[in-house]
Structure formats: structure tokens, C-alpha cells
């Protein structure tokens, strides 16, 4: 069952919560789409396949979508998932990247700072100030993920079967907290293939480290719980595998510029 509810809206686009609670592994029938689409994870994985080509989708990396491609879905893991879909008019689509139809690639790498930029949009959509709040924080959003997508940030070569398969493996078990995720040995093991073959597909495949990636999970995590109203930090760094709350603020730091304090303000994102 899919349910869509629309975020906020205005002539040059539409910001939509979409629910998917599917749970089948096979292909679903071809979609045709006539708008340009952003489309970023909030909970949850599927898969999507364009152009013949299939992608793992989840809150590490979004798609972008345009007018006239085929695509197909399909949605293994159980649970559902929800995303946000942005869905932007040619004109729009042009300002962000210029006179560039096409990107480069459709998968996006989320780091961490993406994902706080996709978190204020939607904190921004709450304050029902459509035409300032949300379309600043939208804007923002708009240009870190199209650049990244035009400009190479991402690794532009397309990976072997077998490697882009094996980076999937990799990255499920890093986001269900599978023990063997604590370190790239115990990971390597559970794959089955050596520690230098796991990393250097690791970095082919998304352009970052494995270290940093599971890092940048462990930071998502975090921002949820946040989020949530989440108020000691002491806890937060236990329950995901800190070593102590130095060592979460530091990692935060790294990957957002923000101590937790200060990202728990921006995510309260109010009317002034």
C-alpha cells in the first residue's frame, strides 16, 4: 500500500511524505514520470532500476529522477519504507544546474550533512512558511544533491556486478547493526572476501571509506534520536557503540560542524 501526503506545495514545486508498506522482491511494473525528481530516504530501503541499471536506495543514498525515463521498484525488506519525494518544475530544475538536463548519475551519496539539510527541510515544511522557511531550506538541499550529481562527486565509473553487489551486502549489514559491522574484519569475514577487497569496493562504489560510511550511519542514528528529543547525551554515545560522549561530539563535529547541542536547536526549526 502506498500513501503520499504533500509537505508543501507552490507552482515550482512539490515536497510529498511518501509511505510504501510493500513487501515484494519482485520488479514492479514499468513508471513513466514528466517532472524532475530528488528523492531521499527517511526509513527503511528498496531498490530502484533505471535505465537498465538497479541501485540500492536507503537514507545513505538518494536518486534523482527525470521526465521520460522507465523505472521499476521493488521493496525486499520488510517494514516498509518512507521518503520524501521533491518533484520540480524544468525551469527550477535549470536554476539549480543550469542548462544541464541530464545528471551525470542518478545516485546520490547522503552524507551526513545532506541528511541534517533533508531533516530541515522538513522541520521547515512544519512552520507552514512555504514561500521563505521551507524554500530557503530547500534550495540548499536542492544544490548540495544535484551538484554532487554534476559536478563527479561521486565516483562515476559503474562498478562490476559482483563488487556493486557485494557493497549492497556490505551496506545492509551496516544498517541493520549487524555485530560483524563493529569493525572491517568481522565484516570482511561474514561477506566472505578479503578486508582490502571489501574496502577498496567500498570506496569505488560510493566514494568514501567504509569507516567513514559506518560513521555517517552512526550519525544518522544519532539525529534521530535527537530529533526525537533525546536529552542525554551520554546515552545516545552507549547505545550506538561510542566509546564515550567525547568521542559522539567529536564524530558530529566531523561530519556536520554542529556539537549535539547545537544540532538539537536546529532541528527544533520554529517561526521566530
Known sequence: MLTATVLATRPDFRITAVNCRDDHTRWSEAEVREDYRVVLVRRGRFRRRAAGTPAEVDPTTAYLGVPGEEE?????????????????????????????????????????????????????????????????????????????????????????????????????????????????????ELLGVSPYRLSRAFTRELGVSLTRYRNRVRVGRALDRLDAGEDSLATLAADLGFSDQAHLCRTMRQHLGHTPTALRRLLALRLP
Open 72 to 188: 521499476r521498484f521493488a521493496h525486499p525488506a520488510a517494514g516498509g519504507d518512507e521518503c520524501t519525494s521533491i518533484s520540480l518544475t524544468p525551469t527550477l530544475w535549470r536554476a539549480v544546474a543550469g542548462e544541464e538536463a541530464r545528471p551525470a548519475r542518478q545516485s546520490v551519496y547522503v552524507d551526513a550533512r545532506l541528511d541534517l539539510a533533508h531533516r530541515r527541510v522538513l522541520a521547515s515544511a512544519r512552520t507552514g512558511d512555504v514561500d521563505h522557511a521551507v524554500a530557503e531550506e530547500l534550495v540548499g538541499l536542492l544544490s548540495a544533491t544535484v551538484g554532487q550529481a554534476l559536478d563527479g562527486a561521486v565516483p562515476t565509473g559503474v562498478p562490476g556486478r559482483d563488487e556493486a553487489t557485494l557493497v549492497a551486502a556490505a551496506r545492509h549489514a551496516i544498517g541493520e547493526a549487524h555485530p560483524a559491522s563493529e569493525g572491517l574484519l568481522p565484516l570482511a
